[in-house]
């Protein structure tokens, strides 16, 4: 677990996926205190983003991972393919994060196409997507994410709109937990 600072395996954990643009980045910042940089263009921050937030009493951990599972994975080399190796074993959910807008320049088709390729590299690892960037999508978009994508549920990052679902798909995803219970105060 070198190549992954910072990350507790002992905790429940999530791991962001999606092109960058997506709003990765984003919803990690809104849900923790983790706080990665956001960029209004892509291909900006470098480093695994790890933040920690409290469903309900539950501690759970949230893992964004530039450049790594932003991009398909038949293009990776060979240290890459290793990384996704040790995220493997660390996750316990993946959320794949779609930009429904297409404003960061990925088609919904090629989004979708990146999904099947990592959920082919997790196989058993369950994948919960999200339809962000919803206040910036138009109809046609959205019926076309729901065809390629089924039903997801709508997000808007940005405007802190979908969070608390999300929080609430992560925790019923993740299944009885084994991680710590929070007694402390808020994080
Ligand atoms: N309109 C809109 N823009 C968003 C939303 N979420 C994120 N963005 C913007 O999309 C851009 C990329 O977001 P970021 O979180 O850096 O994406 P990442 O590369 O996946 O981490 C930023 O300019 C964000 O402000 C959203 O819900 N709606
Ligand atoms: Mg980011």
Same mark, same amino acid.
């Given at each position: 677990?070198?190549? =992954?600072?910072a990350a507790d395996p002992s905790i429940p954990t999530v791991v =962001?996926? $999606?092109?960058? $643009? &997506?709003?990765?980045?984003?919803?990690?910042?809104?849900?923790s %205190?983790?706080?990665?940089? &956001? %960029?209004?263009?892509? /291909?900006?921050?470098?480093?695994?983003?790890i933040g920690h937030t409290?469903?309900?009493?539950?501690l759970v951990q949230v893992v964004?991972?530039?450049?790594?599972?932003? %991009?398909? !994975?038949?293009? +990776?080399?060979?240290?890459?393919?290793?990384? !996704?190796? @040790?995220? #493997?074993?660390l996750a316990n959910?993946?959320?794949?994060? &779609?930009?429904?807008?297409?404003?960061? $320049?990925?088609?919904?088709?090629?989004?979708?196409? =990146?999904?099947? $390729?990592?959920?082919? @590299?997790?196989? #058993?690892?369950?994948?919960?997507? /999200?339809?962000? *960037? @919803?206040? @910036?999508?138009? *109809?046609?978009?959205?019926?076309?994410?729901?065809?390629?994508?089924?039903?997801?549920?709508? +997000?808007?990052?940005?405007?802190?709109?979908?969070?608390?679902? /999300? *929080? *609430?798909?992560?925790?019923?995803? =993740?299944?009885?937990?084994?991680g710590?219970?929070?007694?402390?105060?808020?994080?």
């Amino acid at each position: 677990m070198k190549d =992954l600072p910072a990350a507790d395996p002992s905790i429940p954990t999530v791991v =962001l996926a $999606g092109y960058p $643009g &997506v709003g990765k980045s984003t919803i990690l910042r809104s849900i923790s %205190r983790a706080r990665p940089e &956001v %960029r209004p263009y892509p /291909f900006t921050t470098k480093e695994l983003m790890i933040g920690h937030t409290l469903i309900g009493r539950r501690l759970v951990q949230v893992v964004d991972t530039p450049g790594i599972l932003d %991009r398909p !994975i038949e293009e +990776m080399n060979h240290t890459e393919r290793l990384s !996704i190796t @040790a995220l #493997g074993r660390l996750a316990n959910l993946i959320a794949f994060i &779609v930009d429904a807008s297409e404003a960061n $320049g990925f088609s919904l088709e090629s989004q979708q196409s =990146l999904r099947s $390729g990592i959920s082919a @590299a997790f196989p #058993g690892l369950k994948i919960l997507t /999200f339809l962000n *960037k @919803a206040d @910036a999508a138009g *109809k046609e978009q959205l019926d076309r994410a729901t065809a390629l994508f089924g039903e997801c549920d709508l +997000m808007a990052a940005a405007k802190g709109e979908g969070l608390e679902a /999300f *929080k *609430k798909r992560v925790l019923d995803a =993740l299944g009885p937990l084994e991680g710590p219970e929070w007694r402390g105060e808020g994080i």
